[in-house]
T-cell receptor, first 114, second 114 residues
C-alpha cells in the first residue's frame, strides 16, 4: 500500500539548533510533495511544496526541503530554529494514481526550548 | 480573502446519534476534501469532490459515513449512529481543482462521542 513515513515522532532541541525531519514515501510514480505545520491551537498551514523542477525548495519561515527521487525522500530542514517553531510537522504526498488526495505521514512534534 | 471555514468547531454527542459537520470552501475552489485526524490513526483521507464528477469515497471508513456537496460549494459530512471510535478532528480542505495544487485546510471540527 502507498504510505508516507516520518521517522521521528518527537524532537526536542534548543533555540539556534539545526532541524532536520525525515520523510519517505512508497510510490514509484510521479508525486507532489508537501510539508504542513500545525502550531499549537491553530490549523494546518502549508510550509512548502514540490511539484517539479529544482529539487531543493524553499518555504516560509526559513524552512527548506530537498526531494531525492532515488531515495523516495523529502526531508525538511531549518538551519537555526526559534522557540516559535514549536509545532507539529506533517509530510504529505499526492501520489499520481491516487488522484488529488493527500497521504500524510504520522507527524513529528517539535519542541524548541528557549 | 476568507479561508476554509467549518462548523461547528466542537461537537459533543452521545453514541448512536447522527451528526452533521459543515464545510465552506474558499470561494472559487472546485475541489473539496474531508480528512480525519485522530490519535491512533493520524491524518486520514475520507472523501474528495471535484466539480460535478462523482466523488472519490475511497477513504470513508464505513457506510455510516456519507458526504454531499450542494451547488458545488458547501459540503456536509454526516456520520450516522456515531460510535466512540468516531471521536476525532474532522478537517476540510479545498483547492483550485486545476491539477497540481495546494490544499488549504480549515480549522476542523472536534467531535467527541460519549
Amino acid at each position: 500500500a502507498q504510505s508516507v513515513s516520518q521517522h521521528n515522532h518527537h524532537v526536542i532541541l534548543s533555540e539556534a539548533a539545526s532541524l532536520e525531519l525525515g520523510c519517505n514515501y512508497s510510490y514509484g510514480g510521479t508525486v507532489n510533495l508537501f510539508w504542513y505545520v500545525q502550531y499549537p491551537g491553530q490549523h494546518l498551514q502549508l510550509l512548502l511544496k514540490y511539484f517539479s523542477g529544482d529539487p531543493l525548495v524553499k518555504g516560509i519561515k526559513g524552512f527548506e526541503a530537498e526531494f531525492i527521487k532515488s531515495k523516495f525522500s523529502f526531508n525538511l530542514r531549518k538551519p537555526s530554529v526559534q522557540w516559535s517553531d514549536t509545532a507539529e510537522y506533517f509530510c504529505a504526498v499526492n501520489m499520481g494514481a491516487a488522484g488529488n488526495k493527500l497521504t500524510f505521514g504520522g507527524g513529528t512534534r517539535v519542541l524548541v526550548k528557549p | 480573502g476568507a479561508g476554509v471555514s467549518q462548523s461547528p468547531s466542537n461537537k459533543v454527542t452521545e453514541k448512536g446519534k447522527d451528526v452533521e459537520l459543515r464545510c465552506d470552501p474558499i470561494s472559487g475552489h472546485t475541489a473539496l476534501y474531508w480528512y480525519r485526524q485522530s490519535l491512533g490513526q493520524g491524518l486520514e483521507f475520507l472523501i474528495y469532490f471535484q466539480g460535478n464528477s462523482a466523488p472519490d469515497k475511497s477513504g470513508l471508513p464505513s457506510d455510516r459515513f456519507s458526504a454531499e456537496r450542494t451547488g458545488g460549494s458547501v459540503s456536509t459530512l454526516t456520520i450516522q449512529r456515531t460510535q466512540q471510535e468516531d471521536s476525532a478532528v474532522y478537517l476540510c480542505a479545498s483547492s483550485m481543482g486545476t491539477g497540481q495544487e495546494t490544499q488549504y485546510f480549515g480549522p476542523g471540527t472536534r467531535l467527541l462521542v460519549l
